[in-house]
């Protein structure tokens, strides 16, 4: 581990790898500092949507829309070491009201230059053979994808290195160097590490790593289930999620909520999600809520009917009560920058997180405006 670097990165999960892989690329010393191992959070446990269907119109929409474009361009050399595949997605409404929400939401979107395609109700199948009858909508998003998250963070992390920079495994930062206000670098238990810039990526623990300069930052844990079948032949064909699944990542409730998300994945096997709770760090395996799961997944697709579930795996996403993520300096704190409370967008929007922060690290104008997801508007909270 360096005495001494430009950017101290805080995490190396999905988040932290992607800054640290920007960072480096921009020509800065990056020396990386995860508490535990490599992938052993929220980025071993998610599903790896890359995906602009599900954000409604705003600054989350524009960092989606510009992640996209990072992940096919500055990063598509890449893609197949992560098993980016460009899918598109398919949300689809069973009841009118719900068709009626979704229209509007497509709207919005396309408006924001979104490609969102309505698709008849007859024409549903033409999209999913295997999905149920009776839909009464549905909008194709050609822009969604999806990658293998595990393997996106471990090669970032491993192009980080080819770079130049540093990963140190087993080193949970305990405070920070200070000279004044300033933040210039990190304690450990293996030693100080000096820099200039110090990114907070600890994902739904960044609340405990900004505590220790003194500052609130208010992301909070929100636990999620996804169920993994056995290997099938082709089964769904996109990123196929029912319409109500956008309201429940805008809500603000600590109780259960789920909706069908299913996908397929390179190897076979098919994803089945979505829920999310607040119950702090609890890694309880809830059955009734794998339960309400698989059912809502087979009412979407009758054919999954009686297929195994191999496995179930939680995590815990970055919640900000604002739904907005976390990405700049923190005022209150010169020389600490924070980048999470993507909540379950994370995987996705790590790309275009990690490519402006290091814009911004390097003192260049950033690509899209960071104003929106400035730490400043908890300025309010400083403890």
Known sequence: MRRTADVVVVGAGAVGAACA?????????????????????????CEGNVLVSDKEVG???DLARYSNRVWREDLGEFGGLWEFEAKGGLVVAATDSGARGLAELAGGQRAAGVVAEDVAEDDIASFE???RQG????VHYPQDAQLQPMLMTAHLLRLTRQRGGAVAT?????????????VTGVRTPRGDVSAAHVVNAAGPWLSEVAALAGVDVPVLPRRGFVLVTEPRPKTVHHKVYAAEYVAGTQSSDTGLQTSPVVEGTPSGTILIGSSRERVGFDRTVALPVLRELAAKAVDLFPVLAGVQVLRAYLGFRPYCPDHLPVIGPDPRAPGLWHAGGHEGAGIGLSAGTGKLLAQALAGHH?????????????????T
């Open 21 to 45: 892989y920007f960072a480096a690329r921009a020509g800065l010393d990056v020396q990386v500092v995860e508490r535990g191992r490599v992938l052993g959070g929220t980025s071993s446990a």
């Open 59 to 61: 600054p989350e929409l």
């Open 129 to 131: 053979p295997n999905i």
């Open 135 to 138: 839909l009464r909508a549905a």
């Open 170 to 182: 087993g080193t949970p930062v305990t405070g920070y160097l200070r000279d004044g206000d300033r």
């Open 366 to 382: 950033t690509d899209i405006e960071l104003a929106p997801f400035d730490p400043a508007r908890f300025a309010t909270e400083t």
